[in-house]
Every structure is written in C-alpha cells, then in structure tokens.
C-alpha cells in the first residue's frame, strides 16, 4: 500500500499489475458531495490500453464503490473503491523473475523486500497503479468544478513532436472539454497524427518514445500554498511524481527562465475587471508557494517507455552472472499518452486538498 498523501484528503492507493484488484481509498471528503460514477467512467477511458499506440492490455476499468458513496452522495466516510483486474497475464513475466529489467523498479524492489515482492507486471511499482489514481482525480475534478474551478491536460511533446501549448493566462478557451472527448489528447490534430506516426514506428522497431504532459488549472483563487516546504509547486510535484515515469517538472517559464533576463521574466501586475492579474505568467500561477490568481500552469516529461523488445543487458540475480534479456508482455511504446488523464487526476487531487484547507 503507498504512503498517505495529503493534509485535508487523505489518499491511498493499494493493488499489483497482476493481482485481483487494484483500488484507492480517499478519507476526508465532504459529506453530501454528488458523485456521477458515469463521469467517472469517461475520465477512466481515457486512459484505457487497446489503442494502435498503447498497450494491448485493455481492462474494463470500472471501479466498484465499497463504502463512503450513498444514493451518489458521499457518506462522509472513507471513500473504498476497487478495481478488478481481469486481462491479467503474470506467465509473460516468468523469464524476468530473477532477471531486472533495466530502467524498472525490479533490482531496488528486489533488494528493499528481499525478493518476496511480486514482479509481474512491475507488482506495485506498474502503471496499472495510476488507474485508482484516476478515479479520486475524477471525483476531485468533479467537486471541483462545482467551486469554479477546472483542470485540464494534453500531450505537449512526443517523440519530437510539438503540440500547441495551452495560453499561459487563457488556457481554457473552449478547449478543455474538447481535449478531455479526443481520442488522441493533442490540441492540435495534425501535431497528434505526426506523434502518432513516430510512435508506431518506434513500436514497429520494438523500442519507445518519451514525451511531455501539459497541465493548467483554473478558477483558484490567490494566496492558496504555504511557504517554503508546503509550497502548492511542492505539493503537486509530490503527487506527480508519484506517477511511474516522470522525469522532470517545470512551472511557468520553467527552464528557460535561466535564459531569461529579469525585464522579460517578471509578469508586471495589471487590473482586470477590478482584479489584481498579471500581463503574462512566466510565473506558472505559483509565486513564494502560492497561488496568485492565474492559472496554474506546468509540465511533466515522461521518459521512454523501458519494457522494450530489444535485447538488453542484465544481470541474473541468482547466479549473478551477466545476461541478455528480451523483454515479452503487452506494454506502451509511450507511456506519455495515456500519462495526460493521470497527470490532471495528480493535480485536481491535489488542487481539492489545498482547497478544502483553506
């Protein structure tokens, strides 16, 4: 079971790849909060493998509400759900049990549980994990967007391919609904046909890709965060990197704010309909820890997919001899694709929590 996270909402997630099931509970919700679990449902398929350029693990992904959801209300108690794994095959791991796939969790697994942890399918470190992670992310998003506030992602970067970044002080305009029905999560269609491209032929070349998600939310208001060590960029960052395969984050300008010269950099404050705004927001909506009142925006980058099915090199932890290993098993060839829905469950996760602390 991974740790707790939050301080208002507590989430937990619990399951294996291979396992029966795996689930979420969250504690702290507020009681009589509707829950549509069609939704729900909507947000879980877009993560959903079967696709030309995804996994051919296709799961139902329909998650069962154990306790805390009542008439579609919350309880106020613990919120259980489960989510049964059906198209399980642990038989395409048997060659990997006592051989770490590079890039994986397998060796430092191995070595912190002794070897009794289960490989199949990566066990708790797989990201069949991430699929719990979208049901509270959905939930949040709902609670959420009765408050005002929104939250939205797309595939920024694939393979080398650029998408249309969001507006960095109007990234909605329309579009957030629009991305969130896509069957392929770019803005820009011709973008997600060239990514789709390069990713089918680093399939067809038995390798992978990595790419980059874009997040924004909006509606929050300005002082929500804390300084220093509860910064609202500290606190998604934990949550983000909670996703298995996650890289690297920027807020804002991001990186190349160090090419940037303070003169361009600073987003000069304006008023907007009697609010305090900013012109610009190379800031990313986060300054000293808080919120400012512009959107929140930030980038995730995913590295490639590692179950690839070129031969690589190993070391079998038995005998503790070199070996070769050839990869089998059902696995993407850019976990970035099916990263965006898990990316904005991460934040509107976190988003709630900050929110309900208020």
Not at 1 to 6: A, L, Q, T, V
Not at 22 to 44: C, H, S, Y
Not at 220 to 238: K, M
Request: net charge negative.
């Amino acid at each position: 079971m991974s740790s707790e996270y939050g301080q208002n909402i507590k989430f937990t997630v619990f399951g294996e790849s291979h396992a029966s099931a795996v689930g979420v509970v969250i504690e702290g919700l507020p009681a009589g909060e509707a829950i549509d679990e069609e939704r729900i449902m909507n947000f879980m398929r877009r993560r959903m493998g079967g696709k030309a350029w995804s996994t051919p693990r296709k799961e139902e992904d329909r998650p069962e509400f154990l306790c805390g959801l009542l008439g579609g209300k919350t309880t106020g108690a613990a919120l259980c759900v489960i989510i049964k794994n059906g198209n399980i095959r642990p038989s395409d791991y048997e060659n990997m049990k006592n051989v770490p796939r590079p890039s994986h969790a397998d060796y430092p697994a191995f070595v912190k549980y002794g070897g009794a942890n289960d490989r199949s399918g990566g066990g708790q470190f797989s990201g069949r994990l991430t699929a719990p992670l979208c049901v509270a992310g959905a939930i949040s998003e709902q609670i959420l967007a009765r408050k005002g506030i929104n939250v939205a992602a797309h595939l920024s970067r694939a393979a080398g391919i650029d998408d249309t970044p969001f507006d960095p002080c109007d990234p909605d305009n329309g579009i957030f609904e629009k991305l969130k029905a896509k069957l392929f999560p770019t803005i820009d269609d011709t973008a997600g046909e060239e990514m789709i491209k390069k990713i089918l032929e680093a399939k067809e070349s038995l390798d992978s890709v990595g790419g980059i998600v874009e997040c924004a939310v909006t509606g929050l208001g300005a002082g929500l965060g804390d300084p220093i060590f509860g910064s609202a960029e500290s606190r998604i960052s934990s949550m983000i990197f909670g996703i298995g395969g996650v890289r690297g984050i920027e807020f804002g300008a991001g990186f190349s704010a160090a090419d940037m010269t303070g003169s361009v950099h600073n987003d000069p404050y304006c008023l907007i309909d009697s609010t305090v705004k900013t012109v610009t927001n190379n800031h990313g909506g986060i300054i000293g820890g808080l919120t400012s009142g512009m959107p929140i925006i930030f980038r995730a980058a995913f590295k490639p997919t590692p179950s690839i099915g070129l031969p690589q090199r190993s070391v079998d932890l038995d005998s503790l001899e070199e070996t070769r290993l050839e990869i089998r098993g059902r696995h993407d060839p850019c976990i970035a694709v099916r990263a965006v829905p898990c990316v904005e469950a991460a934040a509107a996760v976190t988003v709630l929590d900050m929110v309900l602390g208020k």
